[in-house]
């Protein structure tokens, strides 16, 4: 049972530029989510998915920020013309559905850094 | 409002001394989800313990046991006989939604253990 997996670890870039970073869940998890985590806080829920439905997305996610999940396994999340302030770990969990599975697995995240 | 709140930043020891992390968190819901996440200097965030508010029963796993008090909305955690391998930052979670287990984390308390 391979866990969650985010690619790339790291990913550093110019202001101004798009990125896209990419999420592959637990393989019989139905939902995935994304949270961004800054130095010294706690990660911070940007949005999650059941299969490929969108259900919910946070105040953080601004209109520069869109993910997708086409087809209820991976999700990419899109940051378009960064901002230094985009700079953080962004990171990916997934978990199945019903009470008993009520825990999220978390991937090791990807850094960016925007200059 | 912060929903958790971990008002120790940061507690350092000598190896088998005993750890308590404090956890107090907000909400108005009468059923939720408390966690207590581990993120080692990897990056990846490991499921520790998931406790439901209708069980208020406190357990110990190993060397880990945990407290909940409903009365005083405290779910603290502590690491007994520390060894250096538990050396990471300790985020208590919590969960409102019995449906979509999307996590309110705190800011996170960091550990160290000295051998």
């Known amino acids: 049972d391979t866990g969650v997996s985010q690619n790339p670890r790291h990913k550093i870039t110019k202001r101004g530029q798009n990125v896209t970073f990419r999420c592959d869940p637990i393989?019989?998890?139905?939902?995935l989510y994304w949270y961004r985590q800054t130095l010294g806080q706690g990660p911070e829920f940007l949005t999650y998915?059941?299969?490929?439905?969108?259900?919910?997305k946070s105040r953080l996610l601004s209109d520069r920020f869109s993910a997708e999940r086409p087809k209820g396994s991976f999700s990419t999340l899109e940051i378009q013309r960064t901002e230094q302030g985009d700079s953080a770990m962004y990171l990916c969990?997934?978990?199945?559905?019903?009470?008993?599975?009520?825990?999220?697995?978390f991937g090791s995240g990807t850094q960016l850094s925007v200059l | 409002a912060q929903k958790v709140t971990q008002a120790q930043t940061e507690i350092s020891v000598v190896e088998k001394e005993d750890v308590t992390l404090d956890c107090v968190y907000e909400?108005?819901?009468?059923?939720?989800?408390l966690f207590w996440y581990k993120q080692p200097p990897s990056g990846e965030l490991v499921f520790l313990i998931r406790?439901?508010?209708?069980?208020?029963q406190n357990e110990i796993s190993g060397r880990y046991s945990w407290n909940f008090q409903k009365s005083t909305s405290s779910f603290n955690f502590t690491i007994t006989a520390s060894q250096v391998v538990d050396s990471a930052v300790y985020f208590c979670?919590?969960?409102?939604?019995?449906?979509?287990?999307?996590?309110?984390f705190g800011a996170g308390t960091t550990v160290t253990v000295r051998a």
């Open positions: 969990a997934s978990s199945a559905n019903g009470m008993r599975s009520a825990k999220l697995f």
């Open positions: 393989s019989e998890h139905n939902r």
């Open positions: 998915f059941q299969n490929e439905a969108q259900l919910e």
């Open positions: 909400t108005r819901d009468t059923t939720y989800y």
């Open positions: 406790r439901n508010s209708f069980d208020e």
């Open positions: 979670a919590l969960s409102e939604d019995a449906n979509d287990y999307k996590l309110s």
